[in-house]
């Protein structure tokens, strides 16, 4: 079994998919290229203009990914 928790803070006066203001996950995620789960950390800021991501291997401590920009220029793919 893995586990990933996600929070969110929303703001109230806004309706859309863009309603939160911060989005923060730290977890179990699968990794495709190395078939097998890794852990993931994640922060969307969206009132400091962040876009954080760290995926790292577990067994060997090896960060795979990282990214870490303005989230206005921030593409997902």
């Known amino acids: 079994m ?9 703001d109230p006066g806004v309706s ?3 309603r ?6 730290s977890g179990a995620s699968w990794w ?3 078939r097998k789960w ?5 922060l969307i800021d969206r009132k400091a203009d962040r876009y954080r991501e760290t995926v790292v291997d577990p ?3 090896k960060v795979i990914h990282h990214v870490d920009e303005p989230l206005s220029e921030h593409r997902r793919g």
Do not use: N
Not at 20 to 25: G, L, M, N, S, Y
Not at 38 to 42: D, I, K, P, Q, S
């Open 32 to 34: 495709r290229d190395g």
């Open 16 to 18: 859309s998919k863009s």
């Open 2 to 10: 893995h586990d990933r928790w996600r929070v969110r803070e929303y």
């Open 59 to 61: 067994d060997t401590g």
């Open 38 to 42: 890794a852990w993931l950390g994640r």
């Open 20 to 25: 939160f203001r911060r989005e923060a996950v």
